[in-house]
């Protein structure tokens, strides 16, 4: 059993709304104070992974990454939690990096890691929230997809995946190899890796694979998203006056809130 | 770009208000373009949804007729959209933000040598060159993005609850195009064995018009009996922040955010939750926001329309007493007349 994480490296997206900035050009978020962090549910996906090789008893997990190279730090966590390799594939090789050419980046890794049984994607980065990427690379190896899986079972020759739905859950089996995007879920919080992991994930070497190793071209890897023209970035204005409602106690807030929402004719 | 394609998937056999956002959002901008709106129904459902089509605006209903997709499986209803695309041609294809949604549509985009962008908030036509700004949220909501579109085919998935619906015209002539579909040459890979309902006989948190929801300041499980209690007071449901969901407090399916539901109702109480933007964004479309906090510098209360600085443990059976006498008065009221 081999599976494939997909993991990109952002601003960490708790930084509070308040300490948000843009840069000064406002294409992109300020660096400013914010650590540089695994994408969640890329993290989410890291754990899916892990414990499917759990429960498979064995198996072999590689992780990649296309990032600056700060990214070593995002596949350096993969490794402690416990992923067998690393590689990095240097994003300062593509001139023009859309969701296809990133999804192309991906699949040539993918080719070059084969047999794959599964590849994982978090359903979205946590800062563009693209949430195209994993679709994109389904396509472009043909293989079977399925989205928003939450835990991720991998039998003979077939995947159990339990995914998110409006209403509930599916159970869905899909044929291998496939490519899933994970979200979200109390069942797949990221484990903390152990100091002996962090150490050990230190000694480890994280290979970088440039374009030529990929046989992928760096100038042509482009896509219909490049199309794409971005016209603006802001961060919309939220003009809200918030009423506090106040009192000696908390029986004379929470009369004065009745009073309040009786007034606004929403109870 | 003049011609829109609104692409309806249907969960069940209602017409839910998703359809209806759809059709909106892309009559709308069919208008501005000066364009036309066409929409097809992947799925197969009772022949009274064409005429919906029409009454929001559809000239076209691209009608599709095949046993293989009478239940949603993704390689198929991909492949379909793919042949009523290559019949229809349309510059703009506006599918829901739903898990079936985001699941065809970077699939399908990717095949057709399309542009892509999910969870889009906005669109905006300009009838002189034909082009589309699209508007999405990045950063979990702290920033909104700017896409200009100068050519199709672009697809798109709206987010759901971020359009406001159209009223339906009346009964309106469309013109009903069959497209022959061959899906003989798609392999299903996927296979959906089991739904799992965590449906609570509760109104859909997408359809209440009140939501009391907690976070990760209720400390544990226990609050959100009290928390339901209250909904059902107040002829809601409830709800849940990520942090509440991930905790394992609540199932996912109550969680609202970025990446959960996203709600419009009148009245939304969040109790316990601080307001991290990715929570703010799913409920963007509240008419009023009601932030119950201990702590007076959570930034709930920058959205809110009014707040109470209190715990809620000393709050809430307070504020529950308080509102069974209004309601008790009301009632009482209303029966004596």
Known sequence: MHVVVCIKQILDPELPPADFRLDSKAEQAAAASAAQVISIFDENALEVALQARDNAGGGKITAISIGQPSAIDALRKALSMRVDEAYLLPQDNYPQLDAQATAR?????????????????????????????????AAELDRAYTSLVASCTIERDKLRLRRQTEDGWEIVESATPAVISVTNDGGNLPRIPKVKDNMLAFRKQIPAWQADALGVNAQGVEGANGALEKKGLYIPKVERNCEMIDGENSTEKAQRLVNKLAALQVI | MKNVLAVLIPNGSSFRRTEIEVLSAAKRIADELGGAMSATILGSVDPSWNQSCASYGASVVYRVASEALSSYQNDLYTAALQQIQSVAHADLILLPSTTYGMEIVPVFAYRIGASATMDCVGLKGDPSDGSVTITKPVYGGKANSELLAKSGPVVIAMRMRSVVPATAAGERDCNIVDVPLALGATKARTKIVERLSEDTGATKLEDA?????????????????????????????????????????????????QTGKKVAPDLYLAIGISGASQHMVGIAGARHIVAINKDAKAPIFQMAACGVVDDFRSFLPQFTAALREYKAKNQGSTSGQ
């Open chain 2, 209 to 257: 018009r009140v939501i009391v929801s907690g976070g990760r300041g209720l400390g544990g499980p226990e609050a959100f009996a009290d928390l339901t209690a209250l909904a059902g007071m107040l002829g809601g449901t409830i709800g849940a922040s990520r942090a509440a969901c991930d905790q394992g407090w609540v199932p996912a399916s109550l969680q609202i955010g």
């Open chain 1, 105 to 137: 980046i991906l699949a040539a890794a993918v080719r070059k890691l084969d047999p794959v049984d599964v590849v994982l994607c978090g359903r979205e980065a946590g800062d563009w929230h693209g949430g195209l990427v994993a679709g994109f690379l």
